[in-house]
């Protein structure tokens, strides 16, 4: 089976096309396949096939259009219910927004080590995955939600691909398609240097200076900005003549020859970090004495879904640019359904992003059992601590689960910096330095509230704004949906959102815009737990948001209390309950984040006693 996205939403089978009819059904295909192995939440289907106002039958209508897929599909694809929505399994099959994602990775880790002929083909091979507008026959809301971030994703492979091709000497030929291109993206900065580039290169520099006019004119007009540093240092290096020809035409100045580039695999920084000035402060502090030798090398953020531990880990490692002249590579270390990744697979593409040409057979041995698996990580090991060594690194890890996936990782990266995120403080990971976060304060909530909607839209309804907050409970990934709730309907009073959440029962489907959801974010530490410690979750979602002891809930569990002190203590593990304090007997207490208890509420529940949760009442 082969599925498309980046074009018309398709399915093939053994070269065929499958006919799929209607925008709807092309839709929920298409949510399925971008989610990548997560579940997808009924309230994200709802608002993606019909918006803010889905119908009053749109479960049964979302039941038919599955229904329909499994017949159209077939045995090679399998699609589960699985609450709070629905799971897509296609094991053996191929999507090209994956294929183009793998082909982009391989190219940019061989433009980061300078291997140009190689980096162009694999960006041009990976570009060619595109068949015209991605998703260009679902609805509406989907193509708003999930279109601007993969024609971004494409941009960058074909500023690369450029990028490439302007190393081994192809200006004449880009002339023309860099013309064309920043005609039609006359904001985007690169686009424009290497069209100024290319023109100098060419014998223009006239032509290549207008460009960088007619550009800073855009953008003081358009934008109110002055260019920046990658423009502007190219108008510099035009203006001197010191912006050579490069391979095929005259020399160029030997100044201008660069040394090898840093490999830099961070993603971008896009979101507000509001209330974390101190942790900010501090993790830029412990990152520093790393370097000098003066702290542990394991850094460690830690803190529930939502809660904002990659923003941070993000933030503090751009900033951190300086210190790491050798390179920042981030690596996720789960896969996009919350269950860990292989060892050696994180292994495999560390390397690759060093420019250690990896193929799959390299990682893929016939050995079974845990045995086999330390067997299979050695030799990847080696060599990742061979490619590391004396080098000067950042490593980010994401979304660690499991300390003990975690130990042939940090084996391959001694004497490198890591920066590791995960829910649970991971003990197994020595001596790293722990940053805890919490939710957000008021101050900060509302601060983050309002650099994505406007403080004076906030300033007009000060009763509502604090309604709204107060529903999302300080997470910053529940007010950024709300934020951007708001801003996508500028005509909306905050009261209106307000209201439409404050009904408990309604607060998490209200609690997912886009990509965004706090349901599906909250899942992994679901999924992570035990089966016994998520039964116990399900049978005390109508504790309240108020400490309790262990006690009371053996009380609720019919249990004795160090029973439930020990599945208490697996739902802290989980990110799902907090510690807040002791009594006067050094007893623990515990606590639920209020969206946590409704996330517990909505869940299947065998085992509930006959109380009303508060999603009921």
């Not at 183009?100 to 140009?116: K, P, T």
């Not at 660690?400 to 995960?422: C, F, H, K, M, Y």
Request: proline share 6%; charged share 25%.
């Amino acid at each position: 089976m082969d599925f498309r996205v980046l074009g018309p939403v398709e399915a093939h089978r053994g070269g065929l096309r499958i006919p799929l009819s209607g925008s709807k059904v092309h839709t929920v295909l298409a949510a399925l396949l971008l989610a990548k192995g997560r579940v997808v939440s009924d309230s994200r289907l709802n608002f993606l096939l019909w918006g803010w106002e889905p119908p009053a039958t749109s479960g049964a209508q979302i039941y038919t259009y599955m229904s329909r897929l499994r017949k159209l599909l077939g045995d090679e694809v399998r699609i589960e219910r699985r609450p709070p929505g629905y799971l897509l399994q296609a094991p053996n099959s191929g999507v090209d927004l994956l294929e183009f994602e793998r082909l982009d990775r391989l190219g940019r880790a061989a433009l980061a080590q300078r291997r140009h002929r190689e980096a162009g083909a694999l960006l041009a091979e990976a570009l060619g995955h595109w068949r015209g507008t991605a998703l260009a026959n679902v609805t509406e809301h989907l193509a708003d939600a999930e279109l601007p971030q993969l024609e971004e994703a494409r941009m960058h492979t074909l500023e690369n691909r450029i990028e490439a091709d302007l190393a081994l000497g192809r200006h004449e030929q880009l002339t023309a398609e860099l013309t064309g291109l920043v005609a039609q993206h006359p904001l985007r900065e690169k686009l424009r240097a290497q069209l100024m580039t290319a023109l100098y290169r060419s014998g223009r520099q006239s032509d290549a200076l207008q460009s960088y006019h007619e550009g800073r004119t855009l953008l003081a007009d358009q934008l109110g900005i002055d260019p920046g540093e990658a423009l502007g240092s190219t108008y510099t290096a035009v203006l001197k003549g010191t912006r050579g020809p490069g391979p095929g035409g005259a020399t160029r100045p030997a100044r201008e020859v660069p040394g090898p580039v840093a490999p830099s695999t961070l993603p971008p920084v896009v979101d507000e970090l509001a209330g974390r000035d101190a942790e900010i402060r501090m993790l830029r502090t412990q990152l520093a004495e790393s370097v000098a030798g003066r702290g542990p090398r394991h850094l460690l953020i830690t803190g529930m879904a939502g809660v904002g531990k990659t923003a941070l880990a993000l933030h503090v490692a751009h900033a951190a640019a300086g210190d790491f002249p050798d390179g920042r590579l981030f690596a996720e270390l789960s896969e996009a359904n919350g269950r860990p990744r292989r060892p050696r697979d994180v292994l495999a593409a560390l390397l690759r992003d060093l420019g250690e040409p990896l193929e799959e057979s390299d990682v893929t041995l016939p050995v079974a059992g845990a045995q086999g698996d330390r067997r299979e990580c050695e030799d990847l090991v080696r060599l990742l601590r061979a490619r590391t060594a004396g080098r000067q690194l950042l490593v980010v890890l994401d979304g660690a689960a499991e300390g003990r996936l975690l130990d042939p990782v940090l084996a391959g990266l001694q004497g490198v910096v890591v920066l590791i995120t995960g829910r649970t403080r991971l003990t197994q990971v020595i001596g790293a330095r722990t940053t805890a976060l919490a939710p957000l304060g008021d101050a900060a909530a509302l601060h983050l509230l309002a650099a994505v909607t406007g403080r004076a839209r906030l300033v007009a309804e000060p009763d509502a704004t604090d309604d709204l907050l107060g529903y999302c409970g300080g997470l910053p990934l529940a007010i950024r949906i709300a934020g951007s709730r708001l801003l996508a309907r500028p005509f909306w009073p905050v009261a209106r959102l307000a209201q439409r959440m404050a009904a408990p029962e309604n607060r998490l489907r209200e609690l997912s815009y886009g990509s965004m959801d706090v349901g599906a974010a909250l899942l992994p530490s679901l999924y992570a737990l035990p089966s016994p410690a998520r039964s116990v979750l399900v049978r005390l979602a109508d504790m309240g948001t108020e400490p309790f002891p262990a006690d009371r809930a053996a009380e609720a569990l019919g249990t004795t209390e160090a029973t439930a002190e020990q599945w208490l203590e697996q739902l802290v593990d989980g990110a799902l309950l907090d510690l807040c304090g002791v009594d006067l007997m050094g007893r623990p207490f515990y606590r639920f984040h209020e969206l946590v208890l409704l996330f517990a509420a909505g869940l299947p529940a065998p085992h509930r006693t006959g109380r009303r949760s508060p999603a009921a009442r």
